[in-house]
């Protein structure tokens, strides 16, 4: 992994206090993307791979996986309107980022870096906050939603799973904190 992924001390960019509504979700959304990567910094490739909290089968490297996929999702077939693909699945096309057991650190990493860079490149170049992405749902109904909406989604998803890094990494070196 790079140097900003394994240092553990690496420093976040704290969201603004005061600014526009464009920045202030953009800047919430980093700080979040920048606490994931501090909460996997410093840990082996075995350390990165454990399922600690049985029964539950999350690892960080399952979590960095799906969240690769869920930016993907989200900026790039949503928001971008590709038909891209998902980089992990089974044979039958099921979802297979979370099953992490024999992951590749290094891949997983940088495809979750590649897809964040991507989504940050869309989002500044939306000319504003209700730009629509379209997306199938479950049942075959075309949904539209906000570059506003993504981007809170997008905030959601990394502070959820943040929590669930947390838990992972004190139960695997002890290592607590925000």
């Known amino acids: ?7 553990a001390d690496a420093a976040r ?3 603004p206090q005061a ?8 800047g919430f959304l980093e700080f979040l993307r920048q606490t994931f ?16 909290l049985a029964p539950s089968e999350l ?10 996929e869920v930016e993907r999702g989200w900026f790039r077939n949503t928001l971008d309107n590709e038909a891209a693909l998902r980089i992990w699945q089974h044979p039958d096309g099921s979802p297979a980022a979370f099953d992490a057991e024999h992951a590749d650190q290094d891949e997983a990493f940088a495809v979750w870096r590649a897809e964040c860079d991507h989504a940050r ?4 170049a939306a ?6 992405g379209h997306r199938r749902s479950a049942d075959g109904r075309e949904e539209s939603y906000s570059l506003r909406w993504i981007l809170t989604h997008m905030i959601e998803e990394y502070a959820r799973h943040n929590g669930h890094a947390d838990l992972l990494r004190e139960h695997l070196d002890g290592r607590t904190g925000e």
């Open 37 to 52: 990567a501090m909460k996997c910094a410093g840990l082996t490739t075995e350390q990165l791979r454990a399922r600690p």
């Open 121 to 124: 490149e869309l989002a500044a």
């Open 59 to 68: 690892s960080l490297l399952g979590l960095t996986r799906h969240l690769a």
């Open 1 to 7: 992994m790079s140097d900003a992924y394994d240092r």
């Open 13 to 15: 960019t704290e969201p």
């Open 127 to 132: 000319p504003s906050l209700d730009v629509l």
């Open 19 to 26: 600014a526009e509504e464009r920045d202030t979700l953009v």
